[in-house]
């Protein structure tokens, strides 16, 4: 995982596990090659080496039973950059994003001599944060995570083609014998670089600034682990662009770079300032940021929720993008897999109807796999795969053939098969609406029927017709002008 050196990153899942790539792998297995290479030492790689998620299938993990796949492609053997998963709460959008977590290869370190051979296996214990029993849904039976990976390329060149790499993770069940590990010998593919994004999104007490000193995925699986502190983090960006030192420029492009983002991202902010005091309390002097809004200068922690949860994960990404690749000219440009739960979580319609579209251009070589529950994020996700987890018996499948909504109203988005609700109506007006449906395809209207009927438009009122308050208007215009002509010409109104 991106941020680990040697044994401090999650190499694999906790307990027994046989971890195999492709048929090269399973070949050298069956040749009595399993066992751990010794490792010979050279120099890390340089320069980005763009490792993505071409698909994931899942078997008897949790809510998924029978084999299930989770399609991150575009169709055609190149990954796609955004994949926004549906589905109602408990049907599995979370243990995905775990899985995804679980199936990368290690990544062994940048900044220290690496092994020529990149060992990617579960061999014993290990510090990835869920024990792999939690993960299976029989305990009898073995359960079976696939992922397969796209290399050699990023995401901005339309033109280049990936090669494919597939890793097989076994969780042996508790009535099964536990497998020895199988080592991976292809260096690009432990160069795979993945953050991982919680529903708990909150800013803690330290930065962490030294690389490898926190685990990149782990608020996917704890929601009591914070993020890095933006404030704190700024600071020290801050405190290093003003230090003579050979580093003092680079600092401050990082500072920089960081801060133009955040102005960028977040409505209503027109500027940044980092202070060594903020005055907020002569007698104790304390460093800190403030955001230049309509109402005035902010401090961070006076913002809203919804500002300081984006602002924790944003800052934590490009932090943690600006030490994976330090020498970069702009390290917000570099590959990366991102998962995020429940991007919309706490951002007004607004921010959601544009959030995408921003990443996109900010990272450009970031895959983005996220869950939302809101249609506008699907609305926004205009060239992204849409997929829906349906609960169908006692397991989950997998829809990856959600229709196409790029034209779709809120209202239709709801009412289609990715949200399944049953009208965009209040809910008080479901049986009102069903039962004046049930009266409108009758062929002929008794008297009773026309008396009921004048009940149920009375309690229903007006139903709007149009997207907009002037569209609304127009149409309440046609209508009467309609129940007009038809008095008029005899007919009844």
Same mark, same amino acid.
């Given at each position: 995982?991106?941020?680990?050196?040697?044994?401090?990153?999650?190499?694999?899942?906790?307990?027994?596990?046989?971890?195999?790539?492709?048929?090269?792998?399973?070949?050298?297995?069956?040749?009595?090659?399993?066992?751990?290479?010794?490792?010979?030492?050279?120099?890390?790689?340089?320069?980005?080496?763009?490792?993505?998620?071409?698909?994931?299938? *899942?078997?008897?993990?949790?809510?998924?039973?029978?084999?299930?796949?989770? &399609?991150?492609?575009?169709?055609?053997?190149?990954?796609?950059?955004? %994949?926004?998963?549906?589905?109602?709460?408990?049907?599995?959008?979370?243990?995905?994003? /775990?899985? +995804?977590?679980?199936?990368?290869?290690?990544?062994?370190?940048?900044?220290?001599?690496?092994?020529?051979?990149?060992?990617?296996?579960? +061999?014993?214990?290990?510090?990835?944060? !869920?024990?792999?029993?939690?993960?299976?849904?029989?305990?009898?039976?073995? @359960?079976?995570?696939?992922?397969?990976?796209?290399?050699?390329?990023?995401?901005?060149?339309?033109?280049?083609?990936?090669?494919?790499?597939?890793?097989?993770?076994?969780?042996?069940?508790?009535?099964?014998?536990?497998?020895?590990?199988?080592?991976?010998? =292809?260096?690009?593919?432990? %160069?795979?670089?993945?953050?991982?994004?919680?529903?708990?999104?909150?800013?803690?007490?330290?930065?962490?600034?030294?690389?490898?000193?926190?685990?990149?995925?782990?608020?996917?699986?704890?929601?009591?682990?914070?993020?890095?502190?933006?404030?704190?983090?700024?600071?020290?960006? =801050?405190?290093?662009?003003?230090?003579?030192?050979?580093?003092?420029?680079?600092?401050?492009?990082?500072?920089?770079? $960081?801060?133009?983002?955040?102005?960028?991202?977040?409505?209503? $902010?027109?500027?940044?300032?980092? #202070?060594?005091? +903020?005055?907020?309390?002569?007698?104790?002097?304390?460093?800190?940021?403030? #955001?230049?809004?309509?109402?005035?200068? !902010?401090?961070?922690?006076?913002?809203?929720?919804?500002?300081?949860?984006?602002?924790?994960?944003?800052?934590?990404?490009?932090?943690?993008?600006?030490?994976?690749?330090?020498?970069?000219?702009?390290? *917000?440009?570099?590959? @990366?897999?991102?998962?995020?739960?429940?991007?919309? *979580?706490?951002?007004?319609?607004?921010? /959601?109807?544009?959030?995408? &579209?921003?990443?996109?251009?900010?990272?450009?070589?970031?895959?983005?796999?996220?869950? @939302?529950?809101?249609?506008?994020?699907? /609305?926004?996700?205009?060239?992204?795969?849409?997929?829906?987890?349906?609960?169908?018996?006692?397991? !989950?499948?997998?829809?990856?053939?959600?229709?196409?909504?790029?034209?779709?109203?809120? =209202?239709?988005? #709801?009412?289609? =098969?990715?949200?399944?609700?049953?009208?965009?109506?209040?809910?008080?007006?479901?049986?009102?609406?069903?039962?004046?449906?049930?009266?409108?395809?009758?062929?002929?209207?008794?008297?009773?029927?026309?008396?009921?009927?004048?009940?149920?438009?009375?309690?229903?009122?007006? #139903?709007?017709?149009?997207?907009?308050?002037? /569209?609304?208007?127009?149409?309440?215009?046609?209508?009467?002008?309609?129940?007009?002509?038809?008095?008029?010409?005899?007919?009844? @109104?």
């Amino acid at each position: 995982m991106c941020g680990s050196t040697g044994t401090g990153g999650p190499p694999g899942l906790h307990g027994r596990g046989n971890w195999a790539i492709g048929d090269r792998m399973a070949a050298k297995k069956a040749a009595g090659g399993g066992a751990r290479p010794r490792a010979t030492r050279k120099e890390g790689p340089k320069g980005a080496r763009a490792v993505y998620f071409l698909s994931l299938t *899942l078997e008897n993990v949790r809510c998924f039973g029978p084999a299930q796949t989770l &399609d991150l492609s575009d169709g055609e053997g190149r990954p796609r950059q955004w %994949t926004v998963i549906l589905g109602n709460n408990g049907v599995g959008k979370t243990t995905l994003l /775990q899985a +995804l977590a679980g199936s990368a290869p290690e990544e062994t370190g940048f900044n220290h001599p690496v092994p020529s051979r990149s060992v990617i296996c579960s +061999l014993g214990e290990s510090s990835f944060p !869920v024990d792999s029993h939690e993960l299976l849904r029989s305990k009898e039976m073995a @359960a079976r995570i696939n992922g397969r990976f796209g290399l050699g390329a990023v995401l901005s060149n339309a033109s280049a083609e990936f090669r494919q790499y597939d890793l097989h993770v076994l969780l042996e069940g508790e009535g099964e014998e536990g497998k020895s590990g199988n080592c991976v010998d =292809d260096l690009e593919l432990a %160069t795979f670089c993945c953050f991982g994004y919680g529903a708990t999104r909150r800013m803690g007490a330290s930065a962490l600034s030294e690389p490898g000193a926190d685990n990149p995925i782990l608020t996917l699986f704890r929601d009591d682990i914070p993020l890095r502190n933006a404030e704190e983090w700024l600071l020290q960006a =801050d405190y290093a662009s003003s230090k003579p030192s050979p580093h003092r420029e680079r600092a401050r492009a990082r500072r920089d770079a $960081v801060r133009s983002m955040l102005i960028d991202l977040l409505p209503d $902010v027109d500027d940044i300032e980092i #202070l060594a005091d +903020l005055g907020d309390n002569p007698a104790r002097p304390r460093p800190g940021i403030r #955001l230049k809004t309509p109402y005035g200068w !902010v401090p961070l922690h006076g913002l809203s929720l919804g500002y300081k949860t984006l602002i924790a994960w944003m800052v934590d990404l490009a932090s943690r993008l600006h030490e994976r690749y330090a020498e970069s000219e702009n390290p *917000l440009a570099e590959p @990366a897999v991102v998962l995020v739960d429940e991007i919309d *979580l706490h951002l007004h319609p607004a921010w /959601q109807r544009t959030l995408l &579209d921003y990443l996109s251009r900010r990272f450009p070589n970031v895959q983005f796999i996220v869950t @939302a529950h809101s249609p506008l994020v699907v /609305q926004a996700a205009t060239d992204a795969n849409v997929v829906v987890l349906r609960r169908e018996g006692d397991h !989950v499948v997998i829809d990856n053939g959600a229709a196409a909504v790029r034209s779709w109203r809120i =209202d239709q988005i #709801l009412t289609s =098969d990715l949200f399944g609700l049953p009208s965009a109506r209040p809910p008080v007006l479901d049986p009102l609406l069903a039962e004046r449906r049930k009266l409108l395809t009758k062929p002929r209207l008794s008297a009773a029927d026309r008396r009921a009927l004048e009940r149920i438009e009375q309690e229903i009122g007006e #139903l709007p017709t149009g997207e907009t308050p002037e /569209q609304m208007e127009a149409m309440d215009i046609i209508a009467r002008a309609a129940r007009s002509l038809k008095k008029a010409s005899g007919g009844a @109104a």
